[in-house]
C-alpha cells in the first residue's frame, strides 16, 4: 500500500521560505510521478509542481514559478518543495500525490494528509 507522508509546514511571514517534505513507501519510487497540490479554505485543490518519475522533468503553476523548486531523492525516497518569497496567497493546505506525471489532479492515485502553511502578511 502506497504511503505519503507530508511534513514541514508552519506559520512564516511574507519573504520567507520554507521547505515541505513527502516521505514515500509502500511503492517503487523511481517508478512513480510525485506532484504538491494545495488548497485554500472554500477553494479547490490547485495543482503546484509535478517532477517525473526520474526526476528529471518537473512543471510547476505559474503562480509559483521561479519561487518554488520540486526535487526529488530516490535514495530517501522523499519529494521535496523549497518554497521562497512567500506570499499570503500561498497559504494553504498542501498535499503531495503519487501517479501519473501530469498536472490534473484526477491523474493521481495516491495522496498523503496534508499539512498546513500560513504566510502572515
Known amino acids: 500500500q502506497v504511503q505519503l507522508v507530508e511534513s514541514g509546514g508552519g506559520l512564516v511571514q511574507a519573504g520567507d521560505s520554507l521547505r515541505l517534505s513527502c516521505a514515500v513507501s509502500?511503492?517503487?519510487?523511481?517508478?512513480?510521478?510525485i506532484a504538491w497540490f494545495r488548497q485554500a479554505p472554500g477553494q479547490e485543490r490547485d495543482f503546484v509542481a509535478t517532477?517525473?518519475?526520474?526526476?528529471?522533468?518537473?512543471h510547476y503553476a505559474d503562480s509559483v514559478k521561479g519561487r518554488f523548486t520540486i526535487s526529488k531523492d530516490n535514495a530517501e525516497k522523499t519529494v521535496y518543495l523549497q518554497m521562497n518569497s512567500l506570499k499570503p496567497e500561498d497559504t494553504a493546505v498542501y498535499y503531495c500525490?503519487?501517479?501519473?506525471?501530469?498536472?490534473?489532479?484526477?491523474?493521481?492515485?495516491?495522496w498523503g494528509q496534508g499539512t498546513q502553511v500560513t504566510v502572515a502578511s
Open positions: 517532477i517525473s518519475k526520474s526526476g528529471g522533468t518537473s
Open positions: 509502500g511503492a517503487i519510487f523511481s517508478n512513480i510521478a
Open positions: 500525490a503519487a501517479g501519473r506525471f501530469s498536472t490534473d489532479v484526477v491523474t493521481y492515485d495516491h
